[in-house]
């Protein structure tokens, strides 16, 4: 099973949507290691990729939606909170050094709902409203040019 990237997830803006490739790059790596029986090996970069993704990428993101006066920010915001608190969980089950197959399995749950539930829906809705305020402050720019 692979899980497709999605254009519908591409913001423009190349900071956020370099994570995001990423986020799908690595999620099928580990579920491709855990259908060969390799999970445990591939967990520690995952572990780190979430770390970097839950520490850079949803503070960036978060950024993007309050300076552009997202509406559903705060609301947005409190879902990825539940995520930092799921992850920190597996988390410290990691650091505490288990890498057992039960472990994977727990964190590709965690990940594909995450997909299903926030990064396919609720971030498609926060892509969708980015790509519309760029493309309305990019045709002002181009009007003052023309000024
Ligand atoms: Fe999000």
């Known amino acids: 099973m692979s899980i497709e990237w999605n254009d ?3 913001t423009g803006i190349r900071e956020l949507d370099r994570y995001n490739k990423d986020f799908y790059l ?3 790596s580990l579920i491709d290691a855990a259908n060969r029986g390799k999970g445990q090996t591939e967990l520690p970069n995952m572990m780190d990729f979430l770390e970097m993704y839950v520490n850079k990428y949803l503070p960036l993101q978060e950024e993007y939606m309050k300076n552009y006066g997202y509406i559903k920010h705060m609301q947005h915001c409190s879902v990825h909170n539940l995520f930092r608190q799921s992850f920190k969980v597996l988390n410290i089950e990691f650091k505490r050094g288990s890498t057992s197959s039960l472990l994977v399995l727990k964190i590709n749950k965690l990940l594909i709902n995450w997909l299903i539930s926030h990064i396919n829906t609720e971030d498609v ?4 409203f980015i790509r519309s305020v ?3 402050k990019n045709n002002l720019d ?3 040019q023309v000024l």
């Open 8 to 10: 519908s997830l591409i």
């Open 26 to 28: 690595r999620l099928n």
């Open 125 to 128: 809705e926060f892509t969708t």
């Open 134 to 136: 760029m493309s309305v």
């Open 142 to 144: 181009k009007k003052e």
